[in-house]
């Protein structure tokens, strides 16, 4: 979710914004008790890296190197734990032997009770020196958890005990139950596309095109079936990497319950999470979600499951008989990592209740505000400030007449700027409501457009004090008010060129840099159309306009050049305005 009315803004998934399970930077508090790496996938069964130890034996205070070596890793967690209850929490603390790459974590009580890497560096070895605390057990023993890479680790290799002097001897086997392991639920696969029919009779769903059929290629498709107390859900998409939606009690990303279908090699891993924020997101090891089957042809990928209504037991599951706000968003992922989408998820105009009466529904991928802030933009400044830019200069001799009291060309001018100052102004605002304040994820956009908001009130402040037409200082104001106007619509078009590509609004790409930069092109190409005119006038020693027959397509007759340039340009303009209009309506 973000600026103003994104949602989701970028949500969710931001949601799924990057790197969502591993931990790359080593900071694994989450398995200090199954020291297990949430991969997402079953550890290797047997290990090829060893523990050791320069001391058997030990006193309380005393320094035990410990040695963890074996073919090239990337990620290691080191503990001590009491010999006779494995099961139980770290015992003793760790000092380093190599800060650059490795550090120490605090497990539950016990500070630096653990070690880790800081990066995903290749090492063969790492070293650590183990302090043994006053009240140690009579046996400890040292256990690690070893990643080769994402899909390829071991989870609790076992290595050597020491003891205390005269300790008894170890009675109790200090092998390694697999309690703690996660187990998974039994996956099938699909054997055929998803279908609509039922949508808005039987099942909730969400389309997006509207009314798409959940085999075509482009469809993003989700749909809810209660029956008795659970809801089968299944999820469609054309993705290389995850699709994924959200319930969310609002249209920002943060405390929402996110469900995603992961392909990994074309074979999908469905996952729950729960989101905090804009952070990536940490999946469960346990979910809730049973009858799981998947599907990935023709570019798409499908996923089924179903849960129950309430899921007390699982923290971060919401209740499904509620109203939310649903996002439906899609992205790349890698080696079982999220990263983050490209472009803003879907998000349902209102808030449902997937297990009220069944209904189907579409949704936007840009939020309100932002697309009345884009559409107010352009017109500013691609219409009434170009418009009112080009009557000023080139029509001050054709329209030289009196209205109201001053000019015509004036009035139309004056007119047409504070038009675009007035426009300007609203849109200004817009993106702060939805956002509620800054945006810190819209790159330059939002800094290019405080600078054009500054300019563009400067402009008529500036104008409203301006010297009498003949005054010395005249000339001054004259290239002031043209260089800040100059600077302002350059700007502008910059602030426009960046703006298309956010997520927020992500106009089709590249159609919009090209349509865009054909706008430009024909606004210069009427001002030097213009400048010629101009020019060959001055050569003929005349301000006489040259008439030219009436154009079909104009009404009466007598209109100057300039007036039917104008009139071409105005339409042009119109014609390109209402092209971008239709695009951000599509979104």
Known sequence: MEPPVLAFTLWIFAFLSVPAAGYPNGKVREACSSMMPRHEHSPQPSPEHTISVNETKFRPGDHIKVNLSGPVFEGFFIQARNAENLAGPAVGSFMLAEERISQLLTCGLVKNSAVSHTSKSKKTHVEAYWIAPTDAPEHVQFLATVVEKYKIFWVKIPGPVISQPNAPPLTTPTSITPETLPTSQPVFHLTKSFNASGCGSTKFCIRNPAKCDPGAAYCFFLSFKQNNHSVLIEMSGPSEG?????????QWMGDDDAYLCINEDHRINVNTAYLSGRIPPVLDSENGLEDISWRVADGLVQCSFRRNLRLPAY???????????????????????????????????????????????????????????????????????????????????????SLFGKEIWFQVHRMLMLTTVLLTSIAFVLPFIYRGGWSEWAGFHPYLGCTVMAL??????????????????????????????????????VTMFLGMDLPALNLPDPWDTYTMIGFVAWHVGIDILLEIHSYCLIRKGTNQTIRLVSLPCLPGSGHTFKEIVLTIYICGNIAFLITFLAAIHQL
């Open 242 to 250: 995850y699709i994924a939606f959200a319930l969310s009690h609002d």
């Open 315 to 401: 923290k971060g599951r919401f209740n499904l008989d509620a109203n939310y706000y649903i996002f439906l968003a899609d992205g790349e992922a890698s080696e079982g990592l999220i990263h983050k989408h490209h472009r803003q998820p879907l998000i349902t105009n209102g808030m449902y209740n997937v297990t009220d009466s069944p209904k189907d529904v579409g949704g936007s991928r840009s939020p309100l505000l932002l697309k009345l802030h884009a559409s107010l933009m352009f017109v500013a400044w691609m219409t009434t400030v170009s418009i009112g830019v080009i009557v000023a200069r080139f029509f001050k001799p054709v329209w030289p007449h």
């Open 456 to 493: 563009a009130i400067f402009q008529p402040l500036m104008a409203g004090f301006r010297p009498p037409p003949h005054a010395p200082r005249r000339q001054v104001f004259n290239w002031v008010h043209w260089s800040t106007g100059t600077t302002a619509r350059i700007l502008a078009v």
